[in-house]
């Protein structure tokens, strides 16, 4: 059975396509503002792959994700639409309002959520670094900040007279020139933030996202496990226990 899973995120859509076990397609592109329309672009490539099912997750507004529910109705399968819930196999929302919850940390933290007696801190080093926690199979809340390059395109926006180009986020040290005192600032602010929260509460470290073997290497102390594709995981858990309810 070939399934199809969409990750519509702020600025990129992923897709996978799997048969059991095993991936056959990962592809990430940027949307440019207009996921529907990048989805309208891949429709007849699905259409293709004699697809049984679709699972999706998306941080779009209403009107968007309408058009992009539009588009997939094109391929007569089901759809299953990931969403927060106040508690969902087993997992109890940690927001006073779920749904102000995003459904990309909520899958995250359902793909790794097992045990009721362990603690967890799920980060995503995606275009936000998202910071959640878990005591077992209650989410706590968490944290948003923005990433690396937000703060560094930030401050350059906000800072006349100083030119930053890029460089690699490769240092703590103390930078001996502009373009590193910004590069190691901004990365040991961000891993400082997350040793704080470790220190205060320490549990279980997952990172994923694009940036988490970077922030891994500085935080060999917390014993880091980097999980790929991790909203995936969690979107096939949340399809199957769905199904389950069916």
């Not at 240092?171 to 997350?194: C, F, K, R, W, Y």
């Not at 470790?198 to 996202?209: E, M, Q």
């Amino acid at each position: 059975m070939k399934r199809l899973w969409l990750d519509i995120g702020n600025t990129r859509l992923k897709y996978w396509i799997t048969e059991g076990e095993q991936i056959l397609e990962h592809v990430a592109e940027l949307h440019l503002q207009s996921p529907a329309d990048l989805m309208l672009g891949l429709i007849q490539h699905f259409k293709s792959q004699n697809l049984s099912e679709v699972g999706i997750s998306s941080v779009q507004d209403k009107k968007n994700n309408d058009r992009i529910l539009k588009i997939l109705k094109l391929l007569d399968i089901p759809i299953v639409v990931a969403k927060v819930h106040q508690e969902y196999a087993g997992l109890q929302c940690g927001y006073t309002e779920p749904n102000q919850l995003g459904i990309d940390r909520w899958l995250q933290v359902l793909a790794v959520v097992t045990d009721p007696q362990e603690k967890y801190c799920v980060i995503s080093c995606g275009t936000a670094l998202t910071i959640d926690l878990a005591d077992g199979f209650t989410h706590l809340g968490g944290y948003i900040v923005p990433n690396l390059y937000l703060q560094r395109d930030s401050l350059i926006q906000n800072t006349k007279g100083i030119k930053i180009p890029d460089a690699a986020f490769d240092e703590l040290s103390p930078g001996q020139n502009t373009m590193d005192a910004v590069h190691h600032g901004i990365l040991l602010g961000l891993v400082s933030m997350i040793e704080k929260v470790l220190t205060t509460s320490p549990r279980k470290l997952i990172l994923t996202g694009g940036d988490a073997a970077l922030f891994a290497q500085y935080l060999q102390s917390y014993d880091p496990k980097i999980e790929t594709d991790l909203l995936l995981k969690g979107l096939q858990r949340y399809l199957a226990v769905a199904q389950k309810k069916t």
